[in-house]
């Protein structure tokens, strides 16, 4: 399994500010992935972030909203920028590890839920 | 492009009860199918994997899961409900082994005395 702590775990924050939330697991893993819950919606991948590289980004997403940086194999950041309330979203970090040889599992952080005013 | 329908957003039954909770897919190619559940303030949590061989799979908690690809579906099961088991459940599906996984919005169960 994997321990995955983010930071913060929730904040309350103003319209055209930024938020940077941070992942910390508890060993190395190759890849981290971001997830965005907004209310009544399902889990969406933002990116994934590979160590040493830069950060891929879903259809959708674009790096100048949500810059990532991945410095070392335990750890990610994820920043909201230039935030609106549809910014408002519970979001959630991920990591992967070999579960059999058919797949590997992904392992969830508790998440950060963001309200944007 | 593959998708995940979660048929109730919200599904209530007593402690004891059998609990279904729905889930349909679609997919091109054959599918990986998976159930996570989130108890309050934590991250989601495997409670069981579909990859290929046996339909009907065991997960953690007493919960199970029936693969029907004729009907495209991956239905969650317990025979008796308990407390415990109140949380939110998402449906999710990748494709061939992959590390993308798309999730369906998810069914909040509440069990009561």
């Known amino acids: 399994s994997a321990v995955i702590s983010q930071k913060p775990s929730r904040d309350i924050c103003q319209r055209g500010t930024s938020l940077t939330i941070q992942c910390q697991v508890d060993?190395?893993?190759?890849?981290m992935f971001w997830y965005r819950q907004q209310p009544g919606q399902s889990l969406t991948l933002i990116a994934t972030?590979?160590?040493?590289?830069?950060?891929?980004?879903e259809s959708g997403f674009v790096i100048d909203k949500f810059p990532i940086s991945r410095p070392n194999l335990t750890f990610s950041t994820l920043t909201v920028s230039n935030m609106s309330p549809e910014d408002s979203s519970i979001y959630l970090c991920?990591?992967?590890?070999?579960?059999?040889?058919?797949?590997?599992?992904?392992?969830f952080g508790p998440g950060t839920r963001l309200t944007v005013l | 492009a593959q998708s995940v329908t979660q048929l109730g957003s919200h599904v209530s039954v007593s402690e004891g009860a059998l609990v279904l909770l729905r889930c349909n897919y679609s997919?091109?190619?054959?599918?990986?199918l998976f159930w996570y559940v989130q108890y309050p303030n934590q991250g989601l949590q495997l409670l069981l994997k579909?990859?290929?061989?046996?339909?009907l799979v065991k997960g953690i908690n007493g919960f199970e899961a029936e693969f029907k690809k004729s009907e495209t579906s991956f239905h969650l099961t317990k025979p008796s409900a308990h407390m415990s088991d109140a949380a939110e459940y998402f449906c999710?599906?990748?494709?061939?082994?992959?590390?993308?996984?798309?999730f369906g919005t998810g069914t909040q169960l509440k069990v009561e005395l």
């Open positions: 999710a599906v990748s494709v061939g082994g992959g590390n993308k996984l798309t």
């Open positions: 972030a590979n160590q040493g590289s830069e950060a891929t980004y």
């Open positions: 579909y990859t290929t061989g046996a339909t």
């Open positions: 060993s190395q893993v190759t890849m």
């Open positions: 997919s091109s190619v054959p599918p990986y």
């Open positions: 991920s990591v992967e590890r070999p579960r059999d040889s058919t797949y590997n599992e992904q392992f």
